[in-house]
């Protein structure tokens, strides 16, 4: 099993119980395969470097998981088909990404 990290842009345009929805449905696919959920970050609405499909803005999402490599393909599969997603990339996390990750959980756990 390896550790994965999707990043996906939400259209701007839902409301927040659409954005919620969305979120729940992409990691009850991830449940669904045994994936194991390590970390889930929004980082809110912010604006993108270029426009995608005529928005400036978009709802960004961050979910690092652990899982065996067959469940990313459903998911990038479920990424495309899923109108309100702009943009996504799922990465398989190598070592020192890992720590970079933990340090990084660790100073949000911090902060809040």
Request: zero cysteines; a positive charge; hydrophobic letters at 40%.
């Amino acid at each position: 099993m390896n550790n994965y990290e999707a990043v996906f842009i939400l259209t701007p345009v839902l409301s927040d119980e659409q954005v919620k929805e969305t979120v729940n449905k992409f990691k009850d696919i991830l449940i669904a395969e045994e994936a194991e959920i390590i970390n889930e970050e929004n980082w809110g609405l912010r604006k993108l470097s270029y426009p995608i499909q005529r928005k400036t803005t978009g709802f960004y999402f961050l979910l690092e998981f652990k899982s065996d490599s067959t469940i990313i393909s459903k998911l990038e599969t479920q990424f495309r088909r899923d109108e309100k997603v702009l943009r996504f990339l799922t990465f398989r996390q190598n070592k020192v990404f890992m720590e970079y990750a933990l340090k990084r959980r660790n100073k949000l756990k911090e902060t809040k």
